[in-house]
């Protein structure tokens, strides 16, 4: 019987590896970024400038993340399993419901504020399956209307109105 | 006695305020009550809607929504086994066993008996302790302010969840977070990448809203289908005589350790909860019923964890260090209304901090109204299809983001913390101990400068203040303590003699 991808980790965990990896080029970009910071002189910044709290927060999060592909052994030894929440592979719907959000909020400028709460309210549903048009179509009417109203007239936001001016 | 009269007829004696803490309290138990929706969450979608108000209203709603958050959990844990927030993950241990036996009401009715008593009983502890806490931080100076932050940093190492190296890196990235816009000592932009909305800061409320709601939204959309079988409870019941008799020691002890975690900084109410179950266990004399349907397993961590709602309330006022991720975005809260939460608030306003106390008394007194004869109700909230739930979710957090300033910009940060929020729940990184530090990075860095300053940028300088070596000591043991204990039984453990040699 083989062993499975996990069974067979080693010294160091795969999956850890990039996630250590990618916090290491957060923190190499994030660092490059302060040193473009500008320059005072050390009376005005009394020897404290600007750069020198990001860049001992991010020696922090490095020397913390050196351990994260270790740490597979000390939960191992535990009986616990690290692996436990991203042991399923992501479904594709997280990725289609955030690239719908995106798409709407992209439409913001153009559509309105009260058109894409109407778009949330009616392609969500859809996109997770609801067919029951008797409960969209009502929602996706009252819901945003009922939020325009309580933001809009009551709390007094400013709302998008969009190409089409459509605003309460 | 006058700031507690003024204080108390703030809340008491204003029937528009009663209404507004009766809707957070109907509010919280029915988000307490879904799987799924948090009362961090209900909490960040709520600042928006409390700008406008009067800063008792608005944080009193935001304390009555913890109170009833915390406690809705439990009506799920009991009648389908999902706990509804994870504070009630230890109440269904016992809970969902005793419902299924057929004995919901008194499930309901015991959960809710200890949730009211560890909640009032904190809120005693929070009344006494926040004004004396204060009087002590009074002495503070940037020093000790910095050690104290430091302290609480590392208390998200033990904060719910599973990694204590991944939750110090989520602090660390919400401190670095804090930094961005301009460096107060010398008028510099961080991090500000040209847009000038950045220069004052991050924007806490769509970063909270992104990371509580949308991050959790994402993940939701894995399990649409999923659906619970639920017990039905025909009437809820007070304990009884021989139930007090059995549960009153555990509703005592788990009340007082409750509210004890709850003051640590970053500790909330889920750790409370735990220790609540596993302290009733221990001084049990029915430890075997555990798991089976035991009154004390569903007294112990519901005492506990509402007891934590109080005592989380201590830090966050009286020195402005949150005690749990609720209690953190209440901070934010008071910060948006103009507050500065510490000794000085205490101070100054003692009027305000027993309004809040007024607001989280009434929210205990009407969530045992609420859990005696709506827990049927609230059980079905449930049926409530998600795929109608969620959209409603993500409508509320694009106008919650977008309200505080009327900015697009605020969405797209939203939006794109709930993406990273997905992404590190899914890694093991806490979300709480990210929002901590990004409340906690401008007091740390402040103090931090403002210390060296004083030390003439000398480090060392900060170890003549004894309250300082006192947290860094502290600071250590919460830091290095999980793996000194194995190590430290180890060194004091006998050898067996019959293994000795061998």
Redesign the interface.
Known sequence: MSESPREREGLLHT??VV?AAV?FAICGT?YY??TT??K?SNL????????F??QL??Y??VI??L??PF?HLL?KRRG?N?D???SER??R??YV??GL??AL?VG??YLG?LL??FG??VL??LL???RRLK??IP?AIL??LA?AY??NKI????F?PGIFGIAL | MEPVIEGLSLILLNPFNIMLIFGSVLIGVTVGALPGLSSPMAIALLL??T??LDPVPAIGMMAALYCGGTFGGSITAILINAPGAPPAVATALDGYPMAKRGEAGRALGIATFSSVTGGIFSLIVFIVAAPALADVALKFRPPEYFALAVFALSMLASISG??S??N??AG??G??LG?VGI?L??G????TFGYPELTEGIAFVPVLIGLFA?GE???Q??T??EHYDRIRAHVTKLPGRDDLRLIWKTVLRSSGLGTFIGILPAEGSTVAAIMGYNEAKRWSKNKEQFGTGCPEGIAGPEAANNAATGGAMVPTLALGIPGSASTALILVALVMHGFRPGPFLVQQTPEFIYAIFGAMLLANIMFLGIGLAGAKLFSQVTLI????L???V???S??GA??SA?D?LD??IM?IA??VG?IM????FGLAPLVMGLILGSLV?ES??QS??MYD?NFLGLFESPIVVGFFVLTFFSLFGPFMGPIVKRAFSRPDPGTEGS
């Open positions: 999956t850890d996630v916090i994030l970024v302060t910071f500008d005072v005005l910044a009394q020897n404290i400038p600007p750069e709290f990001p927060i991010i922090t999060i913390f993340t351990g994260v740490e939960h616990d690290i436990s929440e991203r992501i479904k719907m997280p419901t955030a959000i995106i909020v913001i400028p504020m894409t709460m949330v309210c969500l549903p997770w399956g609801e409960l969209i929602f819901f945003p939020v309580l933001f709390l007094l936001v400013y998008e | 928006p809607f700008i406008t599973k990694s190296l991944r110090l890196i660390a990235f401190v670095l930094t460096h000592t010398t510099v932009e961080r991090f949308m939204l994402l993940n959309s894995q649409l289908t299809p998600r795929t109608i969620w959209p409603a993500v409508v509320f694009m106008i977008y309200a009327s697009i969405v797209w939006l709930g993406i997905f729940k899914r890694h093991g860095e931090f400068s060296m300053i940028n």
